[in-house]
């Protein structure tokens, strides 16, 4: 019992270390925290829970060691790359048009897609979360596997636990704070935190170089 109190209490800092980062999960959150609500937050960590736990399920079936192939982090890089890139150019482009109303739908629909979907895809957009599973996660999950099925569970839970917790945070602290925005306060939000995306994905892209060139200069 409290080997498996050990790995969730371990697994749940060592992931809060983690999900304290700015990223663009983080850019994200804000975003539509102000045009959602605090709801936002744990949706958004729907759509990284469940990507995360097809990840253990992967790892757990003996497909660790292909995440840390450059080939497939160069893959990743690229896609989540351009992905950070539209989606940036997009907010930036649009923040005139939208209007700060979190008691309607226009502002919902403005930003085209479902915050767990969006939770999915901003951590896919991230190399460096793929990165993470590779080295920090896997060594983790491996350790908790020794112990068995209850071992990764209580790993899996502390894990997520810290990411709830800090996303939620961050969610209800802007959400608090939104009644402080008037409509340009607003748009300007959205101004900054796309242009913080269009500055991830060009660093992600450029990443992707290193991974492809790694690639290409190991052995076939």
């Known amino acids: 019992m409290w080997e498996l109190l050990a790995i969730g209490a371990g697994s749940f800092t060592v992931a809060l270390s983690g999900a304290l980062m ?3 999960l983080l850019t994200i959150t804000i975003t539509e925290s102000v045009r959602r609500g605090f709801r936002a937050g744990p949706w ?6 469940v990507l995360e736990f097809a990840v253990v399920v992967a790892v757990v079936l ?7 192939k450059p080939t497939v982090m160069g893959a990743i890089a ?3 790359g351009a992905f950070l890139l539209f989606m940036g150019i997009d907010m930036v482009r649009s923040a005139a048009r939208l ?3 979190l ?3 226009e502002s919902t629909e403005a930003s085209g897609r479902h915050p767990v979907v969006l939770g999915v895809l901003a951590s896919l957009a991230n190399p460096y979360w793929t990165l993470w599973w590779a080295t920090i996660g896997l060594g983790y999950l491996v350790a908790a596997m020794r112990i068995g099925p209850w071992g990764v569970g209580c790993f899996f839970v502390g894990h ?3 990411d709830f917790a800090w996303y939620s945070l961050v969610s209800l602290g802007v959400t608090k704070g939104t009644r402080f925005l008037e409509d340009r306060s607003y748009q300007g939000v959205l101004r900054v935190c796309g242009r913080v995306l269009v500055g991830f994905g ?3 892209l450029w990443s992707a170089t290193g991974f492809l060139s790694q690639a290409l200069a190991s052995p076939k």
Do not use: Q
Not at 44 to 49: K, N, T
Not at 62 to 68: C, D, E, K, S, T
């Open 62 to 68: 003996g497909l660790g060691p292909f995440l840390r």
């Open 160 to 162: 997520i636990a810290a």
């Open 202 to 204: 060009a660093w992600v």
């Open 103 to 105: 008691h309607t739908d």
């Open 44 to 49: 958004l960590m729907i759509g990284h829970a």
């Open 22 to 24: 700015p990223g663009p």
């Open 99 to 101: 209007s700060f109303n």
């Open 78 to 80: 690229l896609g989540g």
